[in-house]
Nanobody
């Protein structure tokens, strides 16, 4: 069973930075796409950024120029570098991975940005 393990969330002041990490463990096949979504209570989960295994990226307009998604050297790892964080970025961030018709989700990591 594939499992996505996330790390790197926490509390940071506005203007600060955090780096989220995600690794798909127990997967011998390469994911076609990995990415990050976020959700706040009472709202739908929304796209933050995705990256394909040939490095095509997609970003939400709200984070363009502030966040950068990248793949790690190890297979099936992905990072999200978040700079110039704003209180509006406060959410639970979920790692996502897709291979063919299968979609996997991590448990989520809390990011809180104080003003």
């Amino acid at each position: 069973q594939v499992q996505l393990v996330e790390s790197g969330g926490g509390l940071v002041q506005a203007g600060g930075s955090l780096r989220l990490s995600c690794a798909a463990i127990r997967s011998i096949l390469t994911m076609h796409s990995m990415g990050w979504y976020r959700q706040v209570p009472g709202k739908q989960r929304e796209l933050v950024a995705t990256i394909t295994n040939d490095d095509n990226t997609n970003y939400a307009d709200s984070i363009k120029g502030r966040f950068t998604i990248s793949r790690g050297n190890a297979k099936n790892t992905v990072y999200l570098q978040m700079n110039s964080l704003e209180p509006e970025d406060t959410a639970i961030y979920y790692c996502n991975a897709i291979r063919e018709s299968l979609t996997y989700w991590g448990q989520g990591t809390q990011v809180t940005v104080s003003s």
